[in-house]
């Protein structure tokens, strides 16, 4: 079946420092792929997302690469700020199937 | 620009009590969703629908039940509550083919006692 794992968090870096949560997918066919963002108290928002192979979706300087050879749709940014601090979620969707996975709390330190 | 919108944001039942979670969303879109939130589970899909009339079961469907009359609302109801049941819930709509954004409500936290 369809599922992802994504780094078990929690992660605190300092103010730009960089960041990379790592996101691997296990699924029939080529799914779509997603980064959701979480900020406390609401509901996930969409970050960034790719819809095939070695495409690479960005937003708000985040960064996320297709690789379909290693089945992995990391998320990076050179230089975090303390108002990234929130949970970040990997997902994938094939037809009507979306899978997300577990998350991964980021805290950034002035 | 109402969105997705949930009711109630909390929620305590006593097990076996029943209630209803409340989703409406005014972007006009087919598909709509709900998902559970539980601690390093992410989110799991508990019901979904395509198209008024349509429902269908996700990975987690016992114990809930959903209909779909409206394009606009998407119920869930708790016939029974059980203590597992507590969780955080979150109603989702997706936009067109082709993109694959789901929109999020802001989700209701309940408590089974």
């Known amino acids: 079946g369809n599922s992802v794992t994504q780094m078990e968090g929690p992660v605190t870096l300092s103010e730009e420092a960089f960041l990379t949560i790592n996101c691997t997918y296990t699924?029939?066919?080529?799914?779509?792929l997603f980064w959701y963002v979480q900020y406390p108290g609401e509901g996930l928002q969409l970050l960034l997302k790719?819809?095939?192979?070695?495409d690479k979706g960005s937003n708000k300087g985040f960064e996320a690469t297709y690789r379909k050879e290693t089945t992995s749709f990391h998320l990076e940014k050179g230089s975090v700020q303390v108002s990234d601090s929130a949970v970040y979620f990997c997902?994938?969707?094939?037809?009507?199937?979306?899978?997300f996975g577990a998350g991964t709390r980021l805290t950034v330190k002035p | 620009n109402a969105g997705v919108t949930q009711t109630p944001k909390f929620q305590v039942l006593k097990t076996g009590q029943s209630m209803t979670l409340q989703c409406a969303q005014d972007?006009?879109?087919?598909?709509m969703s709900w998902y559970r939130q539980d601690p390093g589970m992410g989110l799991r899909l508990i019901h979904y629908?395509?198209?008024?009339?349509?429902?269908d079961q996700g990975e987690v469907p016992n114990g809930y039940n959903v209909s779909r009359s409206t394009t606009e609302d998407f119920p869930l109801r708790l016939l029974s509550a059980a203590p597992s049941q507590t969780s955080v819930y979150f109603c989702?709509?997706?936009?067109?083919?082709?993109?694959?954004?789901?929109?999020f409500g802001e989700g209701s936290r309940l408590t089974v006692l």
């Open positions: 989702a709509s997706r936009s067109p083919p082709g993109t694959g954004e789901l929109f």
């Open positions: 699924a029939t066919g080529y799914p779509s």
């Open positions: 790719a819809t095939k192979a070695d």
């Open positions: 997902a994938l969707r094939r037809d009507n199937d979306m899978r």
């Open positions: 972007m006009n879109h087919e598909y």
């Open positions: 629908s395509v198209g008024a009339g349509i429902t």
